[in-house]
């Protein structure tokens, strides 16, 4: 990618930062992703959630 983007949306970041709302409600997504993948390797994955093969015969 393009690094003077980046650079110039960094800056344009650094200039007008995101509220406190839209912080904490990154941080609450994130923090439902690592406790999902948590659980699913301590757990492992449900049986009602696994997808089951269908046969190529009828």
């Given at each position: 990618?393009?690094?003077?983007?980046?650079?110039?949306?960094?800056?344009?970041w650094?200039?007008?930062?995101?509220?406190?709302?839209?912080?904490?409600?990154?941080?609450?997504?994130?923090?439902?992703?690592?406790?999902?993948?948590?659980?699913?390797?301590?757990?492992g994955?449900?049986e009602?959630?696994?997808?089951?093969?269908?046969?190529?015969?009828?």
């Amino acid at each position: 990618m393009n690094i003077i983007h980046w650079l110039v949306r960094a800056k344009r970041w650094a200039q007008n930062p995101p509220s406190e709302g839209r912080v904490k409600l990154v941080l609450g997504v994130i923090a439902v992703c690592i406790a999902i993948g948590a659980w699913e390797w301590a757990f492992g994955w449900p049986e009602w959630l696994t997808v089951n093969r269908l046969s190529a015969k009828p």
